[in-house]
T-cell receptor, first 117, second 111 residues
C-alpha cells in the first residue's frame, strides 16, 4: 500500500514551546490530508482536514490558532502545536488521501507522541 | 453527520479460533467502509475495505461483509494468530468526504 511518513515519532518539549510535526506522502500525491488526535485507549478524533493550497477546515472545538496546519504541496502537510501545554500531550496521527482512483482510501502515518513537560 | 458504532470493545479468542467485529453506521449515503489495524504506539494500517456495491470481500484470513439494508458491516478473522492482537477500527465515509471511525475493538489472541 501507499506510504505516509510522519516525523518526528516522539517529541518531548517544555511548556510554552512550539512543536512542528510533518506528514509526507512518499509515493503518491495527496490533495487532502487529515490530522487526528488519539487519547489512550480511545478512537481517532479528527482535528482538521487540509487541502493543498487552501486553508484547513477545523472540527468543532479545535483551536485553529493553537494547531496551525499548512499543506503547501501535494506531498507535505505540517501541524504546529503552538505554545504547547501539558494538556496538549497526546498521540497525533496524520493521514493522506490519494488523488485519482480509487478514491476515499486514507493511509496513515505512524503517529507522533507529544509529551509536554 | 455519520455515526459509527463498533462492538465489542474488547475481544479475547484462543489462537486458531475466529474473531468477528461488528459495526453499524447511520448515514445511508456512506459508500466506503475500511478496516484498520492499530498496533501499540503505531498508526492505523488499512487491512481491508469494501465499497457499497459489494456485499463481501475476502483477503486470505480476513473478510468483510456489508449489509446496506441494515447498515452494518463486519470484519471476520479466521485462524487467528497471536500477531493478530491489536486494536481494530472500522470506519465509514461518503465519497470524498472525511471518514468517521468506530470506537475500536481490542483483540487479544491467546496462544
Amino acid at each position: 500500500g501507499a506510504v505516509v511518513s510522519q516525523h518526528p515519532s516522539r517529541v518531548i518539549c517544555k511548556s510554552g514551546t512550539s512543536v512542528k510535526i510533518e506528514c509526507r506522502s512518499l509515493d503518491f500525491q495527496a490533495t487532502t490530508m487529515f490530522w487526528y488526535r488519539q487519547f489512550p485507549k480511545q478512537s481517532l478524533m479528527l482535528m482538521a482536514t487540509s487541502n493543498e493550497g487552501s486553508k484547513a477546515t477545523y472540527e468543532q472545538g479545535v483551536e485553529k490558532d493553537k494547531f496551525l496546519i499548512n499543506h503547501a504541496s501535494l506531498t507535505l502537510s505540517t501541524l504546529t502545536v503552538t505554545s504547547a501545554h501539558p494538556e496538549d500531550s497526546s498521540f497525533y496521527i496524520c493521514s493522506a488521501r490519494a488523488t485519482g482512483v480509487p478514491k476515499n482510501i486514507q493511509y496513515f502515518g505512524a503517529g507522533t507522541r507529544l509529551s509536554v513537560l | 453527520g455519520e455515526n459509527v458504532e463498533q462492538h465489542p470493545s474488547t475481544l479475547s479468542v484462543q489462537e486458531g479460533d475466529s474473531a468477528v467485529i461488528k459495526c453499524t453506521y447511520s448515514d445511508s449515503a456512506s459508500n466506503y467502509f475500511p478496516w484498520y489495524k492499530q498496533e501499540l504506539g503505531k498508526g492505523p494500517q488499512l487491512i481491508i475495505d469494501i465499497r457499497s456495491n459489494v456485499g463481501e470481500k475476502k483477503d486470505q484470513r480476513i473478510a468483510v461483509t456489508l449489509n446496506k439494508t441494515a447498515k452494518h458491516f463486519s470484519l471476520h478473522i479466521t485462524e487467528t494468530q497471536p500477531e493478530d492482537s491489536a486494536v481494530y477500527f472500522c470506519a465509514a465515509s461518503i465519497y470524498n468526504n472525511d471518514m468517521r471511525f468506530g470506537a475500536g475493538t481490542r483483540l487479544t489472541v491467546k496462544p
